[in-house]
C-alpha cells in the first residue's frame, strides 16, 4: 500500500489546509420563495410533459424540493459512510490509513450537519431513507472492496450534481456554497476512493473464484443503478404537489430524457471502477 | 387484485432466481437470493404505494422483509386492496 500512504498523507495535509482557510456557512433566516435551489436542467422531471406544463414559480418551488431530496440523499449516504470509517478506525489492518481515514470521517461529519441543517431550517427535516442491508456472507475482502466502492459510485454521482450547481448562477447563493463545499471536500475522498478501490481490488481479486467476481460486479452494477434511481423521489413529487408521485417516479426514471441524462453518470461511475465493472478484465 | 398478490407478482418479475417450485408464502426471500439488498428500496415503495402511508425504516428489522408471509403481517391489513 506505499502508493495510497503516500496518497492518504498527502490528502491528509490538503485536509488540515483546507479546512483551515474554510469559514462557517452563513445561514438565512429564509430561503427567497422564487430562489432556484436546483439546477434545472439536473431536475428528475426535467423534459417530461409534467414539467413543462409547470408554472414557472412551480418549476422553482420543485427544485427546493429536489434540493431537499439531494441533501437528504447525501445526509442518510453519509451517515452509513461515518458508521464504515468508524468500524475501521482502530482495526489493524487500517492502522496505515487511520489518519486520512479520520479526517474522512470528520469531512464527512461536517457535511451532514450541513445537509441537514438546511433540511431542517427550510424543510422541516429531511426526506426518509428506505434503504436497509441485509445480512449476507462475503468472500476475504469483498466486504472492505464493496463498501468502498459503493461510497465511491455515490460519490462520483453526487460530485457532479455539486460541480453543476456550484458553477450556476441562477441558484441560490446558499445553495451553490453548499454545493461548493462539499465538491472541495469530495474531491479528496474520490482520489483516495479510487486509489484505494484499486488497491483493495488488485489484493483480494485474485484469491476470488469466478463466482465471487460475478457477484461483485453484479452488486456495483446494480448499487450504480439504484443510486441514480434515488435522484426520482415520490417525497419530492408528493411534496410538489403531484397526485401519484409512485406513477410518476416509474415514469420519469424511464423517461428517454432522464436515461440520457443519467447515461453519462452511469459511465463516469464506471470510469471509476474499470477493473470491478468491466466484464473483461 | 389483492396487496399479497400485488406483492408476489412483483417479487416474480423483479427476481432473477429460477423458482421451479413457485413461490411460497414462507419462502425466504432473501436466504435463498430471491431479492437482495437492491430490491428493498422499491419494495418499501411498492408497499407504500398499497397501503396508503408511508414505512419508517428506521423502525424496521430485515427480519420483517424474511418472506411474502412476514411482509403482509408487518405492513398491510388482513383486507388492504389495490
Known amino acids: ?51 413543462e406544463a409547470l408554472s414557472e414559480p412551480a418549476r422553482r418551488r420543485l427544485s427546493f424540493h429536489e434540493a431537499v431530496n439531494f441533501f437528504s440523499l447525501n445526509l442518510h449516504g453519509e451517515r452509513m459512510l461515518v458508521a464504515g470509517l468508524a468500524s475501521r478506525a482502530t482495526a489493524p489492518e487500517w492502522r496505515e490509513l487511520a489518519s486520512y481515514l479520520a479526517y474522512f470521517r470528520a469531512d464527512e461529519e461536517r457535511h ?3 445537509f441537514g441543517e438546511f433540511c431542517r431550517r427550510y424543510a422541516g427535516g429531511m426526506h426518509p431513507a428506505r434503504s436497509l442491508a441485509m445480512p449476507r456472507a462475503y468472500a476475504s475482502g469483498e ?31 446558499l445553495v451553490r456554497e453548499i454545493n461548493r463545499r462539499h465538491h472541495l471536500d469530495e474531491r479528496r475522498h474520490l482520489a483516495f476512493g479510487r486509489a484505494l478501490v484499486r488497491t483493495l481490488h488488485a489484493r ?31 417525497d419530492v413529487y408528493r411534496a410538489a404537489g403531484f397526485g401519484d408521485p409512485y406513477w410518476l417516479r416509474e415514469r420519469a426514471i424511464t423517461h428517454p430524457g432522464s436515461q440520457a441524462r443519467l447515461r453519462p453518470l452511469a459511465e463516469r461511475c464506471r470510469r471509476a471502477l474499470p477493473a470491478l465493472l468491466d466484464e473483461a478484465t | ?68 408471509d412476514s411482509i403482509c403481517g408487518a405492513f398491510l391489513a388482513p383486507e388492504v386492496t389495490r
Open chain 1, 1 to 51: 500500500m506505499d502508493d495510497l500512504h503516500v496518497l492518504a498523507e498527502r490528502l491528509c495535509r490538503a485536509s488540515d489546509r483546507h479546512v483551515d482557510a474554510d469559514g462557517g456557512i452563513e445561514w438565512p433566516d429564509a430561503l427567497a420563495a422564487d430562489e432556484w435551489c436546483f439546477t434545472p436542467e439536473l431536475l428528475s422531471l426535467h423534459g417530461m410533459p409534467e414539467y
Open chain 1, 112 to 114: 451532514m450537519a450541513s
Open chain 1, 143 to 173: 466486504a472492505d472492496l464493496l463498501f468502498f466502492a459503493k461510497v465511491l459510485v455515490f460519490e462520483e454521482i453526487v460530485d457532479v450534481y455539486n460541480q453543476r450547481m456550484a458553477a450556476d448562477a441562477r441558484l441560490s447563493p
Open chain 1, 204 to 234: 483480494r481479486a485474485p484469491s476470488w473464484s469466478p463466482a465471487v467476481v460475478r457477484r461483485v460486479r453484479t452488486t456495483l452494477e446494480r448499487h450504480v443503478t439504484a443510486c441514480l434511481h434515488d435522484y426520482f423521489s415520490v
Open chain 2, 1 to 68: 387484485m389483492s396487496a399479497r398478490r400485488t406483492i408476489v407478482d412483483w417479487i416474480l418479475r423483479r427476481t432473477a432466481a429460477e423458482l421451479p417450485g413457485g413461490l411460497s408464502d414462507d419462502t425466504p426471500l432473501f436466504e435463498h437470493g430471491i431479492l437482495s439488498s437492491f430490491d428493498v428500496v422499491e419494495l418499501i415503495l411498492l408497499i407504500e404505494e398499497l397501503r396508503g402511508s408511508p414505512v419508517d425504516v428506521e423502525r424496521i428489522e430485515p427480519a420483517t422483509f424474511r418472506s411474502v
